[in-house]
């Protein structure tokens, strides 16, 4: 099976499962303090990675740090580590987050405009993603790029939304090129 759907499916039934029995908050927290503890110190991620390490000496490190998981995480990580897949440890968090950003209903958002914008422009952009999404959370990303000449492009999530001069220009050129054929 392919890691990378592995590590969904470790994200996604322990999201699922926080969520049915109210700990979303506590897994949440308990990921935050391992991710910042575990991928801030490579030989620790070597040690609970390595097929050379017992299974029984991994446990003791989660079991040490138990104050700082719940029973729900603790047993994930028993789980994985069972399954010989700790290492796919960082792939699961960046999955988990996801999960989570999709049940407190937080969309990520990056405005992409040529220079910075105005508080009315912001605004009117702010109000066009209220109606896209709304009863959602945003996270706001913003960047500028010259190169777009003016206008903004919205990246919600997976959907990019271009409203840029240079956008328009290209789908007119697309136009004109397709239909003097």
């Not at 506590?26 to 990921?31: A, D, F, T």
Request: glycine content about 4%; proline content about 2%; overall charge positive.
């Amino acid at each position: 099976m392919e890691r990378s759907l592995i590590s969904k499916r470790y994200a996604k039934a322990l999201c699922e499962t926080a969520v049915k029995l109210g700990k979303l908050d506590e897994v949440s927290g308990g990921i935050l303090f391992f991710t910042k503890k575990i991928l801030s110190d490579r030989k620790l991620m070597d040690f609970l990675s390595s097929s050379a390490v017992s299974p029984s000496a991994k446990k003791a490190f989660i079991e040490d740090n138990r104050e700082n998981l719940s029973s729900l995480l603790s047993n994930c990580f028993n789980i994985m580590i069972d399954n010989g897949r700790f290492s796919l440890f960082e792939k699961v968090c960046f999955e988990w987050n996801i999960y989570e950003k999709k049940q407190r209903k937080i969309i990520t958002v990056k405005i992409i405009t040529s220079s910075e914008l105005s508080e009315r422009n912001n605004g009117q952009i702010m109000n066009f993603i209220r109606k896209l999404h709304p009863d959602c959370k945003y996270e706001i990303y913003s960047e500028t790029d010259p190169s777009i000449l003016g206008g903004f492009i919205l990246k919600i999530d997976n959907i990019i939304y271009d409203y840029s001069v240079s956008g328009s220009l290209d789908r007119m050129k697309n136009h004109i090129m397709n239909s003097s054929v």
